[in-house]
T-cell receptor, first 111, second 115 residues
Framework: SQQGEEDPQALSIQEGENATMNCSYK?????LQWYRQNSGRGLVHLIL?????REKHSGRLRVTLDTSKKSSSLLITASRAADTASYFC???????????FGAGTRLTVKP | DTEVTQTPKHLVMGMTNKKSLKCEQH?????MYWYKQKAKKPPELMFV???????INESVPSRFSPECPNSSLLNLHLHALQPEDSALYLC??????????????FGAGSRLTVL
């Protein structure tokens, strides 16, 4: 069974706009990570935020974490058509080295 | 080498066949993972190996049998599968098997079709 929910399930925006995706999870975590998947291919790690961090930036990516609400958001600024993909959050616990994925958001960026 | 290599890329098998999926990494990673992914769904964790020992089995049916012959190789043996087992099977590895220390590197996946 997987960790949580993401919303929206699908998001369609124009190039240059910002995209925000949200993730909720259920258990206590050590860290939360975001991954990207192009259609039918493997996942690529984007960014990791630890449970004692509230915000992290990497290039055009901004991730926030609210452990009191068990939620995270991923913001992609100035989106490009090449950002079209599915985005998943994944959580790692303190107990073992499993990694469980949320439902994902399918992002379409129109040129 | 910063890749996880999965073979075959595509596999079609009948319900009575025995086949194997293979995964290889040469990054010195000590944890390896199998995930199953259905269309438009997230990856579902199946198995985790830490230091070549099975550390997590997510109650996967016995028709899926994992094997980790050494620290670089991970196999998934398939036998008597059902059509609903058709999916993309993803292998991943992480450098450190300790809890919470795992950033995963994924292979491109093996797309399995069971007839």
């Amino acid at each position: 069974s997987q960790q949580g929910e993401e919303d929206p399930q699908a998001l369609s925006i124009q190039e240059g706009e910002n995209a925000t995706m949200n993730c909720s999870y259920k258990t206590s975590i050590n860290n939360l990570q975001w991954y990207r998947q192009n259609s039918g291919r493997g996942l690529v790690h984007l960014i990791l935020i630890r449970s004692n961090e509230r915000e992290k930036h990497s290039g055009r990516l901004r991730v926030t974490l609210d452990t009191s609400k068990k939620s995270s958001s991923l913001l992609i600024t100035a989106s490009r058509a090449a950002d079209t993909a599915s985005y998943f959050c994944a959580t790692a616990t303190h107990l073992n080295n499993d990694m469980r994925f949320g439902a994902g958001t399918r992002l379409t960026v129109k040129p | 080498d910063t890749e996880v290599t999965q073979t075959p890329k595509h596999l079609v098998m009948g319900m009575t066949n025995k086949k194997s999926l293979k995964c290889e990494q040469h990054m010195g990673h000590r944890a390896m993972y199998w995930y199953k992914q259905k269309a438009k769904k997230p990856p579902e964790l199946m198995f985790v190996y830490s230091y070549e020992k099975l550390s997590i089995n997510e109650s996967v049916p016995s028709r899926f049998s994992p094997e980790c012959p050494n620290s670089s190789l991970l196999n998934l043996h398939l036998h008597a599968l059902q059509p609903e087992d058709s999916a993309l099977y993803l292998c991943a590895s992480s450098q450190d098997p300790r809890p919470g220390a795992n950033v995963l590197t994924f292979g491109a996946g093996s797309r399995l079709t069971v007839l």
